[in-house]
């Protein structure tokens, strides 16, 4: 596109964010047509968290449904929430209720959490939600704005910092982005917001409380008085006649209507809340014998966070504040001073550190004598913890390090476990301004993420020979697989109460180690392959390790037990490189999942005592021989003297009924019905097929390459078999799994270093 076509891009998006304005009449109109528009503080942080829709995601074992507000959709995922999703509904539950008010509307939200686990990044996520949701025709958001010239002969006017209003084209906007509906009475406001309920197809009605916000009352009053004095009939009419009073909308952002009180904002409490006095102004500007809120800078977090959201962050810092706050829910009133008092209606979100329910602690045995009592009974605190999920934190880390930020979605494990596993290629600037490509092998971001997640979860419940890999994948992909058998999570006695990712290795440590290996040369050589610039899974592993103790952030006995905790991590990540070679050593011999469909239908028929149809559409009983076949030889399960021809013994009667029709059954959730077919599930879920379509062993491997040596892999001899194998080998890492030629060299070596052993 051309520089002028991105001109136009930016038209089009302004005209579609922005309304002309319009009368108060109307804006009343338009809200008598779309009731929700009129929405309360509360209810409109809700409507735009729902509006963006939720995904089903599975999280510590446990299938969840999360809102796809806190992926941070508008923004390409780049502050998404990873993980946390029932700390994250759980927010939007008590939000539902103060919104409703039922019970919990005089309640401060509280969020908490040690560092590194997402609360900086629900801030901005939060800010780029509301922001975007306001630019739409459902999430506008409105206020008024100010003209008072004409109602005088005379040239006064309104003055909002130090520009007076010169004619009646200038217009001063509520610096609080009041609610166009404060304008009217009070009895008005019941009577037209009690229409607007009954118009509202919702379980939350709207409500609009409060009055006018000084500035905007001082621009009322003057003009009420200015007609009062001509003794003008339809006094309210005037006053907010278009000439004077027009509704526009604003798009949501910080300063307005999103307030954050930064941990680095300083100033007097009344200063950091709602402003300061501009003592210059109030010397120009005299309002009947008090402080005219004109001269009033509203710059305070409450101010800008009026109508929609306001946040202290980094809480700790600002503890003064809090029991300064403790009437704003329910009250929804400050003052500028003694003699100006400002309604605030306006969703109230504390964030911090751990720190601070130390400090709200620390008169904790004081107990009815506690000051600090009516503040904690004030907070509703939601704990954001560290991720125990394998594939979030891989997820997170990439992020880190490559500034990929699109979400992960996939329709199954299966791609997600493609995404966990693959490898990263990062361009690094040396100390001589050359740049060299730097990569990641398959499994080392993943490496990484499961020893932080190990690291993190809590080994008291652990169920009789399970480690804490196997509750990282359990926790991932809310199963376990052993041999045959798929055990869900539910199958194991983990507790409740467990302190799983309350504490471990942060993201932060992680990325700082990896980030350093990117500028590290490795120590390795090959006459051909760059291999020095190709950072393996036990690079990763052996670096965060020996560096816990130069990390000031672990304690002495955290850091003696995250060491103790890297031997089953090298241990699984080793099977995974395994698998890999495996599998690119046996990938001819794979059988298709055609084959496997075929052996699925036929037994699946046997034992329900059905026929099938075959090509030419004639139903025909299942084929015994064809059964046997795929037993014999691609299960490997029995031999021919499990059969009398092919008539299957007992053990292989068994194993149709109970591995495979069950399983088929369970994860068919028995959809079977007149129009059933086997293609109707995926026969991966089967653990028993899943087995046979992608996972061989290293006897399958002695029986196929009869002269095959495992010892000779780093430099074959020329015409051996080994040398035949290492090549297709190598090429099939490439092509299966995205392996370099450099890191499929170095993880076949890894791999037959390690078979070698035990080869003979």
Same mark, same amino acid.
């Given at each position: ?8 891009? @930016? ?64 923004? +390409? ?23 409703? &008010? ?62 007076? %209003?010169? $004619? ?18 009070? +009895?008005?406001?019941?009577?037209? %917001? ?6 509202? $197809? ?77 003592? #210059? ?84 045995? &004081? ?10 009974? &004030? ?17 997170? %880390? ?30 690094? &600037? ?73 504490? #471990? ?10 980030? $350093?290996?990117?500028?590290?040369? !490795? ?55 395994? !698998? ?58 029995? +031999? ?27 994860? @068919? ?37 009869? +002269? ?16 035949? %194998? ?7 890492? !490439? ?26």
């Amino acid at each position: 596109m051309t520089g002028e076509d991105y001109l136009h891009r @930016a038209d089009d998006s302004l005209r579609d964010t922005y309304e002309p304005p319009m009368s108060l009449s109307e804006y009343v109109d338009l809200l008598l047509e779309r009731p929700r528009l009129a929405s309360h503080a509360s209810k409109y942080l809700l409507e735009a968290i729902e509006a963006a829709g939720t995904r089903t995601v599975i999280e510590e074992g446990e299938r969840k449904e999360r809102y796809r507000f806190f992926d941070d959709p508008h923004n +390409d995922g780049e502050h998404a929430i990873l993980g946390n999703t029932e700390v994250l509904n759980s927010f939007v539950d008590d939000l539902r209720s103060i919104a409703a &008010r039922r019970g919990k509307d005089e309640k401060i939200i509280w969020l908490e959490g040690p560092t590194a686990t997402g609360k900086s990044e629900l801030k901005r996520c939060l800010l780029n939600g509301l922001r975007e949701y306001s630019k739409t025709e459902d999430g506008r958001r409105y206020t008024v704005e100010w003209n008072v010239a004409g109602a005088t002969d005379t040239s006064a006017g309104m003055t909002y910092g130090d520009v007076p %209003v010169e $004619d009646e084209d200038d217009w001063y906007g509520s610096p609080v982005q009041v609610h166009p509906l404060t304008v009217f009475p009070e +009895d008005v406001r019941r009577e037209l %917001v009690a229409e607007l309920n009954e118009r509202l $197809d919702d379980h939350i009605p709207v409500h609009v409380e409060g009055r006018l916000d000084p500035f905007s009352r001082e621009a009322y009053d003057y003009l009420e008085e200015q007609y009062r004095r001509r003794n003008a009939e339809d006094l309210f009419s005037k006053v907010s006649a278009p000439e004077h009073l027009r509704v526009k909308n604003y798009v949501a952002d910080l300063g307005q209507g999103i307030g954050v009180l930064h941990s680095e904002d300083d100033g007097s409490p009344k200063e950091r809340l709602v402003g300061s006095w501009m003592h #210059g102004m109030l010397q120009q500007l005299n309002s009947r014998g008090r402080k005219n809120p004109q001269a009033f800078s509203y710059d305070g977090v409450l101010s800008q966070g009026n109508g929609i959201l306001t946040i202290v962050e980094d809480a700790a810092q600002h503890a003064d504040l809090l029991q300064k706050l403790l009437n704003v829910p329910d009250e929804g009133s400050v003052k500028l001073d003694k003699g100006i008092g400002m309604d605030i209606d306006t969703q109230m979100i504390i964030i911090s550190n751990p720190d601070l329910e130390a400090r709200l602690n620390q008169h904790a045995e &004081r107990a009815g004598s506690d000051p600090l009592k009516a503040l904690k009974r &004030r907070l509703d605190k939601h704990e954001f913890t560290y991720l125990t999920n394998l594939s979030l934190e891989t997820e997170l %880390v990439r992020r880190e390090l490559t500034n990929d930020t699109p979400v992960w979605e996939a329709g199954g494990y299966d791609e997600v476990a493609a995404k966990i596993r693959e490898p990263v290629t990062i361009s690094v &600037r040396d100390a001589h301004r050359r740049v060299r490509e730097r990569e990641l092998a398959p499994h080392a971001i993943e490496a990484a993420a499961l020893y932080a997640v190990v690291s993190r979860l809590d080994d008291e419940d652990l169920p009789p020979g399970l480690d804490l890999v196997d509750k990282a994948v359990i926790f991932d992909r809310g199963y376990l697989e052993e041999g045959d058998e798929r055990r869900e999570k539910d199958d194991f006695d983990f507790e409740d109460d467990a302190e799983d990712g309350e504490a #471990g290795i942060p993201v932060t440590y992680t990325r700082d180690i990896v980030a $350093d290996l990117l500028n590290e040369t !490795q120590d390795r050589h090959h006459p051909e392959l760059a291999v020095e610039n190709v950072i393996m899974p036990r690079d990763v592993l052996n670096a965060m390790a020996e560096r816990l103790a130069d990390a000031p952030v672990f304690s002495p006995s955290e850091r003696t037990e995250f060491e103790n905790r890297l031997v089953p991590v090298k241990n699984y990540v080793f099977g995974r490189q395994e !698998q890999d070679v495996l599998e690119a050593i046996m990938r001819d011999k794979r059988v298709d999942e055609a084959t496997v469909e075929e052996y699925i239908e036929h037994v699946y028929a046997w034992v329900e005592g059905e026929t099938i149809e075959n090509e030419r559409g004639e139903a025909e009983q299942p084929d015994p021989l064809k059964m046997k076949v795929f037993e014999v030889e691609h299960l490997g399960r029995f +031999d021919e003297d499990d059969y009398d021809g092919s008539v299957p013994d007992e053990g292989v009667e068994e194993f149709r009924r109970e591995k495979v029709v069950t399983a088929l059954n369970r994860h @068919a959730w028995r959809m079977r019905d007149d129009e059933f077919r086997v293609s109707d599930v995926n026969v991966k879920e089967i653990p028993v097929i899943e087995q046979v379509l992608g996972s061989h062993d290293w006897d399958d491997v002695r029986r196929t390459f009869e +002269d095959f040596e495992p010892s000779q892999w780093d430099d074959p001899p020329s015409g051996t078999e080994t040398e035949t %194998v290492k090549e297709f080998t190598l090429r099939n890492l !490439q092509e299966l799994y995205d392996y370099s030629p450099a890191s499929a060299e170095l993880t076949s070596r890894h791999v037959m270093s390690q078979v070698s052993y035990r080869w003979d």
